[in-house]
């Protein structure tokens, strides 16, 4: 068994921090920006469509919490997916599937028809795409992974600053279905970056022992030693509890229970072998680490909020503020290039100083909170145009942390489970809370009540990792004072 083990391992690969590395966050970040570039012109684009439909905020968040959801869901098959196949392979499928899923959504004249094409085709899609160049780029940087993944998700970024403007260009041009069209067609560059997402190769590999040809070949051998094997145990069986036939040849009962607990056995070690493919395929040893629940259950409730707000956000400039189509972009693009400074600017910061990163997230998330209910209160004027800013550079802080506070809970073999099992859980929360933020919309009738209980939402997860952290912070404690009155007792004793 030993030797069989050593012959089926294989060295894994380095990280290389750099290199071709920085060409895979070029294509993760291609991604992203092809992708996700509607997430924050949701509500731009799609306003008049909606308006021709008839479709309610509620409606319109079951669309968002529909594509939410199958985005994250599709991190489920993650895992699995890529230890048949590589980065490349599953991202480049993902993309294909998102780029046709937003062409088809230019055809869209019903919300049925809104739900198919835009929530769940390009949701699976995206899900697929995003998920496996954020396992790449871990696989790539050990070191230096707060840059790369940050700069990779400067494209989702660099998208919200330029896609607002784009779309408000295009829409006065070519109208709804037309501007889908170009969106679907430019989405088609994120193939281009998953083909950077080029496979790490291993450092050392063993020979492997010709296993398949032994499971292939001819299996009279081995069954004849199965059958003497068992006969074997069954006469060793009989001899143990007096039942052998040379004692007693009209006896059949030891030769009987023998059978029936082999039986029963192998049905058993089929139900084991099954449930172990199970447990191997989702890794769901992961659920006993409460470290992990508790950090997908804070980022879940955030990603409600943060999905929410990004649709919420140009109905409230547009109709709770009094702001135009042209104003909406402009403070959509503002808030989207303060979030790409920060993305820039604070990983080299954090990296050099040494912070973790779930730490640095659970401060930004409070901040995000706070900056969010104030933007809820302020109307025209400089002011709001400085808590936009405000509001955009705290998002960057906060986001760029978002991903890496999952993989700090983890090591790099389970992370791609660990990180599907986190999309599975957002798409959950997604689907549950989601049409609530837009029930509560529709039932207050004022966007500002909205935001704040999106605050709400981000506000849960700040308390529920606070609690962690003092829970964990006690127990230090508890065994520094044991180990002190400890020596101090041996000192006495000494004396």
Not at 148 to 170: E, I, R, W, Y
Not at 174 to 202: D, E
Not at 235 to 261: I, L, Y
Not at 404 to 426: H, I, Q, W
């Amino acid at each position: 068994m030993k030797k069989r083990k050593q012959n089926e391992c294989e060295d894994k690969p380095e990280a290389p921090d750099g290199g071709w590395g920085w060409f895979a966050c070029l294509g993760s970040s291609l991604i992203t920006f092809s992708l996700r570039s509607l997430d924050p012109s949701f509500g731009l684009i799609f306003d008049d469509l909606l308006t021709d439909l008839k479709i309610d905020s509620t409606k319109a968040s079951v669309i968002l919490s529909v594509l939410d959801a199958c985005c994250n869901f599709s991190g489920l098959f993650v895992g699995p997916l890529l230890t048949r196949y590589s980065f490349r392979t599953v991202a480049a499928f993902g993309c294909t599937l998102s780029c046709t899923g937003l062409m088809l959504t230019a055809f869209a004249n019903s919300f049925l028809h809104i739900v198919i094409t835009y929530s769940i085709l390009t949701g699976v899609g995206t899900g697929l795409a995003v998920a496996a160049a954020f396992v790449a780029l871990n696989s790539y940087f050990s070191k230096k992974r707060g840059q790369a993944v940050s700069f990779s998700s400067a494209g989702t970024a660099l998208a919200m600053m330029v896609v607002p403007q784009a779309a408000h260009f295009l829409l006065e041009l070519y109208a709804f279905r037309g501007t889908m069209l170009i969106i679907g067609a430019w989405s088609m560059h994120s193939i281009v970056g998953a083909c950077l997402l080029r496979p790490l190769k291993p450092k050392k590999s063993l020979k492997q022992t010709p296993i398949i040809k032994v499971l292939d070949g001819d299996h009279t051998d081995l069954e004849k030693k199965t059958d003497e094997g068992e006969a074997l145990l069954i006469k060793q069986s009989n001899q143990v509890d007096g039942s052998d036939e040379r004692r007693d040849p009209t006896a059949s009962n030891g030769q009987e229970q023998p059978k029936k607990t082999a039986k029963f056995l192998g049905k058993l070690g089929e139900r084991n072998r099954y449930f172990k493919v199970i447990t191997d395929l989702f890794d769901v040893d992961l659920l006993r680490n409460y470290s992990y629940l508790n950090v997908i259950l804070g980022l879940s409730l955030f990603n409600v909020a943060e999905s929410n707000f990004k649709m919420m956000t140009p109905f409230f400039l547009r109709k709770q503020v009094g702001m135009t189509e042209g104003e909406v972009a402009f403070c959509l693009s503002l808030t989207a290039f303060t979030d790409i400074v920060a993305r820039l600017v604070l990983p080299v910061v954090y990296d050099r100083l040494g912070f973790k990163k779930r730490r640095l997230f659970w401060i930004n998330a409070l901040f995000v909170a706070m900056g969010r209910s104030i933007l809820a209160e302020m109307s025209q004027g400089i002011l709001l145009f400085v808590v936009l800013v405000i509001n955009g550079f705290i998002r960057g802080a906060a986001i760029q942390n978002l991903q890496l506070s999952v993989s700090e809970t983890c090591s790099l073999k389970s992370l791609p489970y660990a990180y599907g099992l986190f999309m599975v859980s957002k798409g959950t929360f997604s689907l549950c809370f989601s049409p609530l933020v837009g029930y509560v919309r529709d039932y207050s009738g004022s966007y500002r009540i909205c935001l704040h209980a999106m605050s709400c939402l981000i506000l849960v997860c700040f308390i529920t990792w606070s609690i962690e952290f003092f829970l964990k912070a006690i127990r230090r404690k508890k065994p520094s004072k044991l180990l002190e009155e400890t020596s101090s007792v041996q000192l006495k004793s000494n004396i």
